[in-house]
């Protein structure tokens, strides 16, 4: 089951916040997140783990809520390299599967 | 840096050709995906394996078919391409459980005329 994304697109300034959600039917285990610029592969953003367990990006922030099945990526002070496609990725633990949700394209603008 | 390679970058082939997406990585990666993805819209996992000798279905069916018989190579075949199978693949693979990275390759952009 994928995850599902919202929002689909956001549009800033350069220097405003945003709020990337990621939510599951399923039971989480980790949340990955990516951003894509055009034309290039996924890079690796952070991983945050069930019990609290974070690894990854300095300025960029996010949180996990097991309870509630979510995942929040926060951008803060957007610059304009904040610019891109951003996915959440969510792991099974019993197939190792990796399945993204539908992605929400960040611009930033100057 | 990120050792896994996809060739070719750009593919434009005629209906009914096999073809074959290469994917390597040098990392000793266990764990190995493929990707498809139309310009701008979601990654569907199409196929994944844990381990030499195992592939799994994704979540989006494909008539494209795997195989894993080397660690470091995931090939992905498609026997009779067909304009629908327009679009880019993307292998991904990364290493143990599900709290490590992925490391994604440059992807294959497939035009099926």
């Known amino acids: 089951q994928q995850p599902v994304q919202s929002p689909q697109a956001v549009i800033l300034r350069e220097g405003e916040d945003a709020v990337i959600n990621c939510s599951s039917s399923k039971a989480l285990y980790s949340v990955h997140w990516y951003r894509q610029k055009h034309g290039e592969a996924p890079v690796f953003l952070m991983i945050?783990?069930?019990?609290?367990e974070q690894k990854g990006h300095e300025k960029i922030s996010a949180s996990f809520n097991e309870k509630k099945q979510q995942s929040s990526l926060y951008l803060t002070a957007s610059q304009l390299s904040y610019s891109g496609t951003y996915f959440c990725?969510?792991?099974?633990?019993?197939?190792?599967?990796?399945?993204f949700g539908a992605g929400t394209t960040v611009t930033v603008r100057a | 840096e990120a050792d896994i390679y996809q060739t070719p970058r750009y593919l434009v082939i005629g209906t009914g050709k096999k073809i074959t997406l290469e994917c390597s990585q040098t990392m000793g990666h266990d764990k190995m995906y493929w990707y498809q993805q139309d310009p701008g819209m979601e990654l569907h996992l199409i196929h994944y394996?844990?381990?030499?000798?195992?592939?799994e279905k994704g979540d989006l069916s494909s008539e494209s078919t795997v195989s894993r018989i080397r660690t470091e190579h995931f090939p992905l075949t498609l026997e009779s391409a067909r304009p629908s199978h327009t679009s880019q693949y993307l292998c991904a693979s990364r290493w143990g459980g599900v709290n490590t990275e992925a490391f994604f390759g440059q992807g294959t952009r497939l035009t099926v005329v």
């Open positions: 990725g969510t792991g099974d633990p019993d197939d190792y599967k990796l399945s």
């Open positions: 394996s844990y381990g030499v000798n195992s592939t």
């Open positions: 945050l783990l069930k019990g609290g």
